[in-house]
Structures are given as structure tokens and as C-alpha cells.
């Protein structure tokens, strides 16, 4: 347990720190927390063998370490109170024209990262059990078909697609006969299992050229289960000072794929309330440099994600807040 006086003096390093991005000394302490130089200087050597904060190369000062940014989120209940410019800025989103699902994230995305300096990600939302009513061939000439897929919660999608070979009415009828006894009432995370596993074994006895089904099919699925993501500010991470390594740099670009960040959110992402990962915490990543704050979000849509992905010395309390807002403006206003 760190004694009241050692939390004040860490706190005022981290604050000190994200704010300046400098090393933070005793001196500078002493100008916020009235205790005397030597006391000041004791306690950060305790806070340094402790692990919390450490010493820079080039400075006498202390910067906090991921185990003391880690306390700071944690045990040090500081409010971030929302300027009234940030409140107008978040709320200005709803009095704009917006004419769809995907042009209001974009637009909640670009004015968190604006608002906070960092990358910022909303997942669209999504049912997870959403499940397959129907999957339908129609045969638009011999090389071209029509797939039609229909959800359990009304969503109808389609696509045309090309074929390698010739395709007659009765082939096609075949293939729907089997759509409907294999994919009726499948859940979607589970339909690619279904068409490898089960349907496509039959289609090979029943279909010749099948595996042009089985592509269209796999290409289908795999456009449908794909989440759709909002980004604000991409290429922010780069302009960070404390991020100079060409290596580290690299490791960022590749995160900017869409790809990478799904699965950057679904390994890091559980929690309804705000969850918060510090560098090496980050799991399924080689990105310890950077921090991620998430929280999960509801609409009658289903479930999504947001979040904010920035330096470790990213100002935290006024992140949280921030993600707070938009998520409430999210739930309020995704129908």
C-alpha cells in the first residue's frame, strides 16, 4: 500500500507527464504538494524501487512506468469534467444530416480522435446470434448468379457473381434444395463450419463444378460476417513524440488494417464498462508502446465496440470521459 503522500506524488508525476511530456523532478513536485524537498526526493525513490516510476537516460527526472500508469487508472479517482466545448462539439454530431449507420460512426469516430489526439475505432454494432432464414441461387445466365442471403433479424444482402464454368437450371435447383436443408437456422458464426463440414461433401456428389459454389458460397459468408469499422483520426499514433522507433512505427501502420484492429478489439475488448490495457497487457500484440480504452455499446442493432487507441502517455481520465459521452450518444441514437 502507498502512503497518501507517495499517491499525491505519483499522481503529480503522471499528470505532470502526459500533460509535458517531460521527466518530472522533485522541484517541479514541490510547486503542486506542499511537503519539503528531501521527503519529496525519499518518496520517489521508494516509488522508483517499487516499480511505479523510472528514471530517463537524459534527465534526472522520474516518468511513470506501465505498472504506475496502471495504479493511477486504477486507485486514483480523479474526474475528468467534460469543457463545454467538448460537449458541444459531441453534441453537434446529432444536428447534423446523417443518412446512414456507417456516415454517423464515422462522424462520432473522427470527432473523438479530434477530441482526444489519438486513433480513434467504433465497431458497428452486431447481433451475435444472428442466425441464416434463408440462402437462394438464382441463375442469371449459365456463367452468372445471383446469391441472396436473409438474416433472422430482416437484413437481406446480394450479390452477383461470375462464373468459371457452365451452370443449367437444374444444377442450380440442386444446389438450393441442399441450401435449405444445411443452412435454415444457422447461426452465422457457425455457417462456414456447416458449408465445409457437412454441406460441401454432398454438393460434390450432386453438382458438377461445385467448387465454384463452395467458393461463392465461402466468399459470400465471409463479406456478411465482416465488422464494419469507423475510423477517426488513422494516422494520429504516428505523430506521437513518444513514438520514434522505425520498427515501432511499422507495428502501428500494420494495426491500421482493418484485419489487425478487429482482432486487436476482440482479444482486448470484454467489458461493458470501460476496459483499459497498458502496453504489454495488450493482448495478441507486439504494441507496447501504445494503450487501449474500450467499452462495449448496445442499440437495437445489436452490439459494437468503441475505442481509442493512443501512447501510453495518453491522458486517460479525459479519454474515459470522452468515451462515456459518445457511447451514451451512440445507445441513444443507433435505431
Do not use: W
Not at 528531501?38 to 537516460?57: C, P, Q, V, Y
Not at 479517482?77 to 456516415?103: A, F, G, H, P, R
Amino acid at each position: 500500500m502507498l502512503l497518501e503522500r507517495q499517491v499525491l506524488i505519483l499522481q503529480t508525476i503522471v499528470e505532470n507527464f502526459i500533460n509535458n511530456n517531460q521527466p518530472v523532478g522533485s522541484k517541479l513536485i514541490s510547486q503542486d504538494i506542499k511537503f519539503s524537498s528531501a521527503t519529496i526526493r525519499n518518496d520517489m525513490s521508494k516509488l522508483e524501487k517499487e516499480g511505479f516510476i523510472m528514471k530517463t537516460h537524459t534527465s534526472s527526472g522520474r516518468i511513470p512506468s506501465e505498472k504506475g500508469y496502471r495504479y493511477y487508472v486504477d486507485y486514483i479517482n480523479t474526474e475528468y469534467k467534460l469543457t463545454d466545448d467538448d460537449n458541444t462539439i459531441i453534441n453537434s454530431i446529432n444536428k447534423e444530416e446523417v443518412y446512414s449507420q456507417s456516415k454517423f460512426l464515422e462522424k462520432n469516430a473522427i470527432v473523438l480522435s479530434n477530441l482526444t489526439d489519438c486513433t480513434a475505432i467504433i465497431l458497428a454494432p452486431t447481433k451475435s446470434d444472428k442466425r441464416i432464414n434463408k440462402i437462394e441461387l438464382i441463375l442469371l445466365s449459365p456463367r452468372s448468379v445471383l446469391v441472396v442471403l436473409i438474416t433472422s433479424i430482416g437484413e437481406v444482402h446480394q450479390q452477383n457473381y461470375k462464373m468459371q464454368a457452365d451452370f443449367t437450371n437444374d444444377d442450380i435447383a440442386e444446389v438450393n434444395r441442399l441450401l435449405q436443408v444445411y443452412f435454415y437456422d444457422v447461426e452465422m458464426a457457425q455457417a462456414h463450419i456447416v458449408l465445409h463440414k457437412e454441406l460441401e461433401k454432398y454438393l460434390k456428389n450432386k453438382v458438377n463444378n461445385y467448387d465454384m459454389i463452395v467458393l461463392v458460397l465461402n466468399r459470400l459468408l465471409n463479406d456478411e460476417s465482416k465488422k464494419t469499422i469507423a475510423l477517426g483520426g488513422k494516422y494520429n499514433l504516428l505523430k506521437q513524440p513518444d513514438i520514434d522507433n522505425i520498427d515501432k512505427l511499422k507495428e502501428i501502420v500494420s494495426l491500421l488494417e482493418d484485419d489487425s484492429i478487429i482482432e486487436l478489439l476482440d482479444n482486448n475488448s470484454t467489458s461493458n464498462d470501460i476496459s483499459i490495457k497498458i502496453g504489454n497487457e495488450l493482448s495478441g500484440s507486439n504494441l507496447t508502446e501504445v494503450s487501449l480504452i474500450s467499452s462495449k455499446y448496445s442499440s437495437d442493432k445489436g452490439e459494437g465496440v468503441i475505442a481509442v487507441v493512443g501512447p501510453k502517455r495518453m491522458n486517460y481520465k479525459k479519454v474515459m470521459a470522452l468515451i462515456r459521452c459518445v457511447k451514451s450518444n451512440l445507445n441513444k441514437n443507433l435505431k
